[in-house]
């Protein structure tokens, strides 16, 4: 009779976990290519900016009943010479400083989420640490940025600042140094995911 209650039991657990197992649900993401990503800094002449012309990435996230749970992966990588000023010259200077002869790709990994706050109608905010890979330097550093839920598509917007010399960058110069740009970033993102 024991032997009966206690297979009783165990199978209930079973069945228990597998109930709470299957109200979970993981889904995966690409990065679609209208995705935006800006790096916005100052020089001692006018404030700047360059565009990422190519980028990729994935995510992956858990849901249940339709609402945001979890982000268990979100990458992204942008081939550093793939950054856009429309000023060749400044591109250039750009490229040297951020050594890409050696070091081709930006990268960033979400390492762990914190917090995930629902704000709206299928809206987050989400609060983490993420490693940043620049010139061939890895950092780990605070983020924070939206997520939206739509049918198929997922939408992470955010910005992140960063100060170069961080990542062992010398802040580039121009015209014999008398175009300097300070240290810190400004990195812009509207993304969209879809399954």
Same mark, same amino acid.
């Given at each position: 009779?024991?032997?009966?209650?206690?297979?009783?039991?165990?199978?209930?657990?079973?069945?228990?976990?597998?109930?709470?197992?299957?109200?979970?649900?993981?889904?995966?993401?690409?990065?679609?290519?209208?995705?935006?990503?800006?790096?916005?800094?100052?020089?001692?002449?006018?404030?700047?900016?360059?565009?990422?012309?190519?980028? !990729?990435?994935?995510? %992956?996230?858990?849901?249940?009943?339709?609402?945001?749970?979890?982000?268990?992966?979100?990458?992204?990588?942008?081939?550093?010479?793939?950054?856009?000023?429309?000023?060749?010259?400044?591109?250039?200077?750009?490229?040297?400083?951020?050594?890409? !002869?050696?070091?081709?790709?930006?990268?960033?990994?979400?390492?762990?989420?914190?917090?995930?706050?629902?704000?709206?109608?299928?809206?987050?905010?989400?609060?983490?640490?993420?490693?940043?890979?620049?010139?061939?330097?890895?950092?780990?550093?605070?983020?924070?940025?939206?997520?939206?839920?739509?049918?198929?598509?997922?939408?992470? !917007?955010?910005?992140?600042?960063? !100060?170069?010399?961080?990542?062992?960058?010398?802040?580039?110069?121009?015209?014999?140094? %008398?175009?300097? %740009?300070?240290?810190?970033?400004?990195?812009?993102?509207?993304?969209?995911?879809?399954?």
């Amino acid at each position: 009779m024991k032997v009966l209650k206690s297979y009783q039991l165990l199978l209930t657990g079973v069945f228990f976990m597998l109930l709470t197992a299957g109200s979970m649900v993981g889904q995966s993401f690409k990065m679609d290519n209208s995705s935006e990503i800006i790096v916005e800094g100052t020089s001692n002449i006018h404030d700047w900016e360059m565009k990422a012309n190519s980028k !990729n990435g994935s995510a %992956t996230i858990t849901t249940e009943e339709g609402k945001l749970t979890g982000m268990p992966s979100l990458k992204v990588t942008v081939p550093a010479e793939s950054l856009d000023s429309g000023k060749g010259g400044m591109d250039k200077n750009a490229y040297k400083a951020l050594n890409t !002869n050696k070091y081709k790709n930006i990268e960033f990994q979400l390492n762990e989420v914190k917090n995930i706050e629902a704000k709206a109608a299928d809206s987050y905010q989400v609060k983490g640490l993420a490693s940043l890979k620049i010139s061939g330097v890895t950092k780990q550093v605070p983020v924070e940025f939206t997520v939206k839920l739509s049918g198929n598509k997922l939408q992470i !917007n955010g910005k992140q600042q960063i !100060n170069m010399t961080h990542f062992k960058v010398d802040p580039p110069t121009a015209m014999f140094g %008398t175009i300097t %740009t300070g240290e810190e970033l400004t990195i812009k993102f509207k993304s969209t995911f879809t399954k």
